[in-house]
Each structure stands twice: as structure tokens, then as C-alpha cells.
T-cell receptor
Framework: DGGITQSPKYLFRKEGQNVTLSCEQNLNHDAMYWYRQDPGQGLRLIYYSQIVNDFQKGDIAEGYSVSREKKESFPLTVTSAQKNPTAFYLC????????????????FGSGTQLSVL | AQSVTQPDIHITVSEGASLELRCNYSYGATPYLFWYVQSPGQGLQLLLKYFSGDTLVQGIKGFEAEFKRSQSSFNLRKPSVHWSDAAEYFCGGGRRALTFGSGTRLQVQP
């Protein structure tokens, strides 16, 4: 089945540790996104990538890093510089043919809950 | 900053009653506007979207939304709410990357 897969579902981070959240899609989408969800704050954009080997910061990029070496993969690293990493992280993708140029429908993964030990 | 705002954090309605969830946007030009719904612990599902043209947009599950440029609003409506509509609803907007409002949690009373 085509879709977008996030792993792991739950992740725990120790103090000072970097952790990486995986996001893979087999929808042949060009664009991929990472959002952070906190209670009462909705979804906030961390990073997005419109095309392979290119990405842009979103509204809350500090303490995070990404790479886009392959079209189907957009991993997010939560670094030790992110002092409040506990949140629900959602990955999404969109591509041409799903709604038109720009503003395409987003397809979401089922999320990763990150907690600090 | 370009953004969308959802002024209602939490709404409770009775089953069978009508529903309106508010969304206001702040963009220099008319953005693409969306409504998504999220069930607990899950990703988001698209309900409807507005790009241009007819300002009344029909979506899935009996939802509709009306784009009002004069009010910078894109409110979501449903004439008769079902218990299964209880969820969190997010309004989103943008052009290159979608940004979301803070969400409105809907509870449905029997």
C-alpha cells in the first residue's frame, strides 16, 4: 500500500542525547514536512523540503536538523540543543497531482511521540 | 507573520445540533486554505480545501466551509453533528508550506 510511515511510534531521549525520527514515503511525492504538536498549540512547522537535497526552516527549526538525500526519506534529528523536545511529531508529504501546484493536500504519517527520560 | 487563527480551543455541541468552527487567516494574498481533522494519536485527514472560485466548499463527512475575504475567515460548518465527529479540527493555510491554527477540540454530547 502507498503511504507515509513514521518510526518509531514511541521514542525516549536521555539528557544530552541526539535522536532521529524516521519518515519514509512511497507516494513519489516531491515535498515533505515535519510538524511538532503540543497540547493547546496545534501543529507547528519545523522543517520542510520541496525537493531532494534541499530544505528550508519552518517556524521552530532551532534544535532540529534534517536531511533529504533521497526523495522517499526525510529524517528529523532532535539535537541536545532542543531543551523541550517532548511532543508528538508528525511527518507529511505532498506532490504534484494531489491538488494542484502549491497548496497540495498533505498526507500524514501516524506520528512519533518523543519523551525525555 | 502569515498565519491562521482558531479562536475556540474547545467546543461542545449536542448530537444532531449544527456546528460552526471558526478560522481566521492573515496572509498578504489569498492563501490556499484547508480544514483537517485528527483522531487521538493519529495523523491528520483532509476534510476540504479552498484554492479559488466558489467560496462555499463541500468536503467529506458532510462538512462545508465558506471563504469570506471581507472577514478573512474560513469557517467550517456541519448542519447536524454525529457522535463520531468528536475530534480535533485544524484550519491550515499557506502556499509553499502549510501552517496550522492551534486547533479546536470538539466534544459531542448525546
Amino acid at each position: 500500500d502507498g503511504g507515509i510511515t513514521q518510526s518509531p511510534k514511541y521514542l525516549f531521549r536521555k539528557e544530552g542525547q541526539n535522536v532521529t525520527l524516521s519518515c519514509e514515503q512511497n507516494l513519489n511525492h516531491d515535498a515533505m514536512y515535519w510538524y511538532r504538536q503540543d497540547p493547546g498549540q496545534g501543529l507547528r512547522l519545523i522543517y520542510y523540503s520541496q525537493i531532494v537535497n534541499d530544505f528550508q526552516k519552518g517556524d521552530i527549526a532551532e534544535g532540529y536538523s534534517v536531511s533529504r538525500e533521497k526523495k522517499e526519506s526525510f529524517p528529523l534529528t532532535v539535537t541536545s540543543a532542543q531543551k523541550n523536545p517532548t511532543a508528538f511529531y508528525l511527518c507529511a508529504s505532498s506532490g504534484a497531482g494531489t491538488g494542484g501546484a502549491g497548496g497540495e493536500k498533505l498526507f500524514f504519517g501516524s506520528g512519533t511521540q518523543l519523551s525525555v527520560l | 507573520a502569515q498565519s491562521v487563527t482558531q479562536p475556540d480551543i474547545h467546543i461542545t455541541v449536542s448530537e444532531g445540533a449544527s456546528l460552526e468552527l471558526r478560522c481566521n487567516y492573515s496572509y498578504g494574498a489569498t492563501p490556499y486554505l484547508f480544514w483537517y481533522v485528527q483522531s487521538p494519536g493519529q495523523g491528520l485527514q483532509l476534510l476540504l480545501k479552498y484554492f479559488s472560485g466558489d467560496t462555499l466548499v463541500q468536503g467529506i463527512k458532510g462538512f462545508e466551509a465558506e471563504f469570506k475575504r471581507s472577514q478573512s475567515s474560513f469557517n467550517l460548518r456541519k448542519p447536524s453533528v454525529h457522535w463520531s465527529d468528536a475530534a480535533e479540527y485544524f484550519c491550515g493555510g499557506g502556499r509553499r508550506a502549510l501552517t496550522f491554527g492551534s486547533g479546536t477540540r470538539l466534544q459531542v454530547q448525546p
